[in-house]
């Protein structure tokens, strides 16, 4: 499997992932692999309906079929049957009400696939319908139906504002007022892997969920009060996962499934959303509606910026409001500017359930943000290029809430960079050669995504490394790997510390039972916050081999001697001494160094914003070649360029994967993508009306890291996971205004829109 | 999203023969049984994933006597005596296959739960055109979906992959 080499790893060289073998050949194992000879089949009956009083749910018809092992409601939840990490709202099967029609009435538990479905289209239930609520604005209206009415605000969830400088009355000093209102529809994360899990009992009454999701130890708290066992009981086991993007941030299948394991005496039991369920019951990116106005002097310079934002959290807070308010923290994208009034509005709908997706609200307001800033550029006819370096922020400025910057502030050397890209160069020459009814256009933006949670949430992560007896390291990966490659970093960054190749790592996967609490993976946080926590132990656990293995050597300096692939080795003799020599000098606890991290939070300014602000930001500078067909509306995005300032790189083909990657999505999200719910229904069912990109519709990406150290950051990283998500809305909009002077504020921006939007053009410029 | 193996008393039991990546099996299905579910439940390949059972994913792909399918759209007992390749059957012994090497070599995975597919198509695309241009592999793999790495690694894994098997011959 490893190659004879055994080159150490270095941090800022390319390296194939450690699990990378086991995926090619098939041999990964993700939580739908799992069989065993005698197993269950679970799953939910879904309402169907977006709105009502639930009255009876009946399953005595179901029960009766021969195979179904267990059909159970509401009644048989032990616990609170409530989750949600802030609010708690959500019920695991519902009780009083059905708020979206991808709530679970009823958990049905079967011996083979077939029977359990046949069984789930025996349960039914009595309800009271009620009328639905399915926009924000009208949501928020004195009459509107209420859609968890003890919550005091009524269908608001939270309100969010934030004024700097002198507000809104500082656009009486602004030379140019642009404004527009600007729409993004929800987005389906649309993993391959859909949520899937394997839940049992162990003898002494434990229960383990083997299941997808991002977040094992806070799921396992929210399991247990859920479904009222000791949160000690449970044990949660997450393999690498196929996928995520936020869409498993938090409980999906794991309550269902470790319900069902109560009721199976002892036998395990499966669950495995298909397609339809999967785009049904999970969260979506939240949609959103936002009003922007931004007041400009006539240098350039921003100025005055006006948001008010509705974001659609659906039925459920989840994390809707925390979606939001990052969003609004970024509200200015990277720009500095004093005088700032931003207000947000967090919705209960009846529509699907909101919840996190890579870039976590920034997405939405960005495609805004930098709409305006084009549009601001066009009355000034200042190039968008030169507007951006004009207002870029610099370590030292603050950002659109008032909160300085202090730490790396790289936006004006991703600018930079772009503007001596040839993709920027020669981009006039390449619009020049559009052939006969196509029209060429060429877009920018720019982006800030914070890392981490928010101040007053402690970010935290607990590296736990392990010198086996057998001579090789044990990383316990503290957090989930869902695809984006942090487990193979942290054997990178511990293979640098120890001068060890790939092939003397192991990684554990984490697991309640045997890995540390290290939070979630999200918040482009994995690398740094648990890489940090992973440096202090490795360095530790070098000292500790080092002074064990003096004792092998004739002398009593440990900068005497070294350690590398495989043994400790004298500067200057030959005399070489393997790691599994060295190991046998350690008692058991001493072989294992752990250690914690915190990540660095503002102290400051605590009030300014719901949860605090945060003080880490990536940056990115995007770029994208589009042609229109004039005739059709097709419109095709030919080239991207993205530079990212996400500090030193660790590896740079997983930094480049995690850039395309991102791209890809925004690409999908700028041209295709929308996740269409109609009065409560949803429309967009499959992966044949749910269109992401294929290989045929995305282009050459270009990626560029721009020069830049974080200090705080683990060999000088921050992160890379969210912030080139953000870009492709913007930057395909303004590329689309350039190349034929309309504008779709509202993505996907199809072909038909764009045909209805140069039909009005026409119509315009038509004299009368 | 799947199907358990045989039993359960639901309808009539066919007996099939199925060579999978070169071995004989001889295996229960009933009539409604996918080609995915058997090798996956019954054959314990789960290296074939599934992603959506509408054909829309490309999760599935495997080599149907040489040509790629989604197995998810296949019968079993329409794949009575025919020839699987499944991605445990690409490498040879120990020797991953060019591809597979190719896919380590030039990060064309992340998440990983597309790549078997996607090595079965790339695959069946260089068994036909051993010098494929960079429209050709995006072609050949634009029915299998990939979420995470936005394609360009590995269209280059495969274009890579050609090169190698070019040098071998």
């Not at chain 1, 006969?436 to 920018?444: E, N």
């Not at chain 1, 309640?512 to 939070?519: A, D, H, N, V, Y």
């Not at chain 1, 974080?710 to 870009?727: D, L, Q, Y």
């Amino acid at each position: 499997m490893m190659r004879e080499e055994k080159k150490p790893l270095m941090t800022g060289t390319a390296a194939p992932r450690l699990d990378a073998w086991a995926k090619v050949t098939g041999r990964e194992r993700y939580a739908a692999d799992l069989y065993s000879d005698r197993f269950f089949w679970s799953g939910a009956k879904r309402a169907g309906i977006p709105h009502g009083k639930l009255l009876e749910v009946h399953t005595e018809d179901a029960k009766r079929l021969k195979g179904v092992v267990a059909v159970l409601t509401s009644a048989d939840v032990a616990g609170s049957n409530r989750v949600g990490i802030i609010r708690g709202d959500q019920p695991v099967l519902a009780d009083k009400k059905i708020c979206y029609a991808g709530d679970p009435v009823a958990l049905v538990i079967a011996e083979d696939k077939d029977i359990l479905q046949e069984a789930l289209d025996l349960v039914t239930f009595d309800h009271e319908p009620l009328p639905g609520v399915f926009d924000v604005e009208e949501a928020l209206r004195k009459d509107a139906p209420l859609i968890h009415e003890d919550n005091p605000w009524g269908n608001l969830l939270r309100l969010v504002s934030v004024e700097t400088g002198k507000g809104a009355s500082a656009f009486d000093e602004c030379d140019v007022i642009v404004e527009g209102l600007f729409e993004t529809p929800f987005q389906e994360h649309a993993y391959l892997e859909t949520e899937a899990g394997w839940a049992y009992l162990e003898e002494d009454g434990g229960l383990v969920v083997v299941a997808t999701t991002q977040t094992p130890f806070r799921d396992r708290n929210e399991m247990a009060l859920a479904l009222g066992i000791d949160a000690e009981k449970i044990r949660i086991v997450v393999p690498y996962l196929g996928g995520a993007f936020g869409g498993k941030d938090g409980i999906t299948v794991q309550c269902l499934l470790g319900l069902a394991a109560l009721h199976t005496g002892g036998v395990p039991v499966k669950m495995w959303l298909g397609r339809e369920e999967s785009f049904l019951a999970s969260v979506k990116r939240l949609s959103a509606k936002m009003h922007y106005r931004l007041g400009v002097k006539r240098g350039g310079a921003f100025h005055t910026l006006e948001c008010k934002a509705y974001f659609d959290t659906g039925a459920y807070a989840g994390l809707g409001e925390t979606v939001m308010t990052l969003g609004l923290e970024h509200a200015g994208s990277a720009y500095r500017i004093p005088n700032v009034t931003i207000e947000g509005s967090c919705v209960y709908t009846n529509n699907s359930v909101g919840g996190p997706f890579r870039g976590f609200g920034v997405t939405q307001v960005t495609a805004a943000m930098e709409q305006v800033v084009d549009m601001a550029a066009q009355r000034l006819s200042i190039d968008p290029l030169a507007i951006r370096r004009i207002n870029a922020v610099e370590k030292g400025d603050k950002n659109c809430i008032g909160v300085t910057l202090t730490h790396s502030t790289g936006i004006k050397k991703c600018l930079a960079a772009l503007s001596e890209h040839p993709l920027w160069m020669e981009r006039e020459g390449w619009k020049m050669k559009a052939g006969q009814f196509k029209k060429r256009g060429v877009g920018i933006a720019c982006m800030a995504h914070a890392m981490g949670y928010p101040a007053a949430v402690p970010d935290f992560a607990n590296a736990k490394i392990e010198l086996t007896m057998e001579g090789r390291f044990r990383i316990y990966v503290g957090i989930v790997d869902m695809g984006q490659g942090n487990a193979s970093a942290y054997a990178q960054i511990a293979g640098t510390i120890l001068n060890q190749d790939q092939g003397a790592f192991e990684l554990v996967q984490p697991d309640t039972g045997r890995t540390l609490p290290s939070g979630s993976s999200s918040a482009s946080r994995t690398t740094y916050v648990y890489g940090n926590a992973l440096i202090i132990a490795a360095e530790d656990l070098k000292k500790r081999i080092l002074d064990k293995a003096l004792s092998f050597f004739k002398t009593a300096r440990s900068q005497d001697i070294v350690l590398g692939p495989g043994g400790i080795g004298h500067r200057e003799g030959k005399k070489k001494i393997s790691l599994k020599k060295v190991a046998e000098l350690f008692g058991e606890t001493e072989r294992t160094c752990k250690a914690y991290f915190r990540v660095p939070a503002a102290t400051e300014m605590m009030d300014r914003i719901y949860l605090g602000p945060h003080i880490i930001f990536s940056y990115g500078a995007h770029l994208a070649y589009v042609e229109i067909d004039t005739l059709t509306g097709c419109i095709e995005v030919t080239g991207y360029l993205a530079v990212t300032d996400a500090g030193s790189v660790i590896n740079p083909q997983a930094y480049e994967q995690q850039v395309h990657g991102g791209i890809a999505q925004g690409i999908g999200f700028a041209l295709s993508e929308e996740y269409k719910v109609t009065e409560g229904r949803t429309d967009t069912k499959s992966l044949a009306t749910y269109i992401i990109p294929t290989a045929m519709d995305v282009p050459d990406m270009v990626s560029i890291a721009a020069d830049g150290v974080e200090e705080t950051g683990p060999f000088g990283m921050k992160g890379i996971g969210e912030i080139s998500i953000s870009g492709p809305v913007p930057a395909v909009a303004n590329a689309v205004a350039d190349a034929c002077g309309i504008r779709v504020p509202r993505n996907p921006i199809t072909a038909e829109k764009i045909l209805q939007a140069l039909g009005k053009q026409n119509k315009q410029e038509r004299p009368r | 999203m799947d199907d358990t193996q045989g039993g359960a008393g639901h309808g009539k039991q066919y007996a099939i023969q199925l060579v999978v990546n070169g071995d004989l099996h001889s295996v229960f299905v009933k009539a409604n049984t996918l080609l995915v579910n058997v090798l996956r439940n019954q054959l314990n390949l789960t290296g074939t994933k599934k992603g959506c059972e509408l054909g829309d994913c490309g999760s599935c792909t495997v080599l149907l006597d040489g040509k790629p399918v989604n197995s998810c759209m296949v019968l079993a007992v329409e794949a009575d005596g025919h020839e699987i390749t499944t991605v445990e059957g690409i490498a040879q012994n120990d020797q991953l296959d060019a591809l597979q090497q190719a896919f380590i070599d030039h990060a064309a995975i992340q998440c990983g739960f597309c790549t078997p597919g996607m090595i079965i198509s790339a695959r069946a695309l260089l068994s036909h055109t051993p010098h494929p241009t960079e429209k050709e592999a995006r072609e050949a793999i634009a029915g299998n979906l990939c979420r995470c790495t936005g394609y360009v690694h590995i269209v280059d894994a495969i274009l890579a992959a050609a090169e190698t098997e070019k040098k071998e011959v």
